[in-house]
DNA sequence: GTCTATAGCCCGATAGAC
DNA sequence: GTCTATCGGGCTATAGAC
């Protein structure tokens, strides 16, 4: 693996353990195992540094909501995707940039992160209209609403887990959600 | 106000608009507008001073959790407080903290934070059983895992709005919670 | 209780040899 | 392409005068 490579796998990690203000070039050279010089070689900076490592982390998770697009009913792969494992006392690689005011407040590494988020409701809202579609769920959802809804219920789920340092908050909240969306796909059958 | 105040003000302040790591006692000095041995006469360092704060911050926003608990049915009251304005693009002043790495390795930090979840999901177990009992909600519903849920639709949202640098996505968010909330109501009814 | 001066360290970045 | 040496500056904290 390339020293390039090297530094950018260890600076997706170091963001997502100690996010951007506390971790420093030295630290991920140090991880990555290379010496100063090789990072200023590849990289301009810190900046761009964290720019490709969070590009890269993006794709990543991108590739894993594919749960959403496989088989099953709409409402099945809804469910599904909710209840796929995830390492709540750790946070979201991506949403846990979110809350990071050094993050936010730079246009390049927030469009990484926006760019992802908009991708994600878009994948709901497809999926939602579905479950519609197929009488899942009532004709009066808002599939907009709905994957904001779901998504948020992740996020905060991961924040519920790191406040209290144990994933079952989290996974309480997913399965209450769950109960949600399946009291909306009772409600659909009682209008029959 | 004394400096003493000024200083938790203004920590209480940064720790919202920068983070931990990204603050430092010079910072904090500066906006309080006092010297540096002020600071140091009054707290052993920056994290005495942020476990002030954050305690502070944190008894603020427990006082504004009243809304579940005025009047109206208990469902009125859960949507009422899930519908209440929410500074989405700056973040929960406490929620956002579980997501800073050095609020959360930090114990006596972790603990506050972790306290003041604690408190406001047992509100929220205490208005939903109050909705089941109501006949608002199903008996099926499971009062921990939907209180778990709707914490997380809210601290979700807000990561949604920062996202998106805009309040839209989370107001969206609440607003299918609610949605789902009325069905999980019309559920009820039908089943009498 | 508040101030200024200063310590010792690490920050992010650059220079230049190899 | 990678290394070591070094810069200027900010960090958290302490010392000691007033």
Redo the contacts between chains.
């Keep these: 693996m390339s020293s390039r490579d090297q530094l950018t796998g260890a600076m997706a990690d170091l963001l997502w ?3 951007y ?2 971790t420093s070039p030295r630290d991920v050279m140090a991880r990555a195992g290379v010496g100063q010089g090789s990072m200023y070689h590849h990289f301009s900076g810190k900046h761009e540094l964290a720019v490709e490592a969070l590009s890269a982390v993006v794709g990543e998770v991108m590739g894993e909501s594919s749960l959403l697009q496989g088989e099953g009913s709409p409402l099945e792969r809804m469910k599904r995707y909710l209840s796929a494992p995830r390492p709540g006392t750790q ?1 979201c690689r991506v ?2 940039m ?5 993050v ?1 407040s730079d246009p390049d590494l ?1 469009s990484i ?2 760019g ?3 991708a994600m ?1 878009g994948r709901w809202e497809e999926t939602i209209t579905a479950a519609i579609e197929a009488g899942e769920l ?1 004709r ?3 599939p ?17 887990a ?4 144990d994933q079952g ?2 996974d ?6 769950v ?3 399946d ?2 796909h ?2 659909v059958r ?1 209008d029959r």
């Design positions: 353990e100690r996010g203000a506390a946070g949403g846990r979110t809350q990071d005011p050094q936010v927030l992160v926006s992802a988020f908009e409701l009532p009066s959802t808002d907009a609403e709905l994957a904001r809804t779901l998504a948020a219920v992740i996020q905060g789920g991961y924040v519920l790191r406040a209290g340092g908050p989290m309480a909240a997913i399965r209450g959600a109960a949600l969306l009291a909306a009772a409600s009682a």
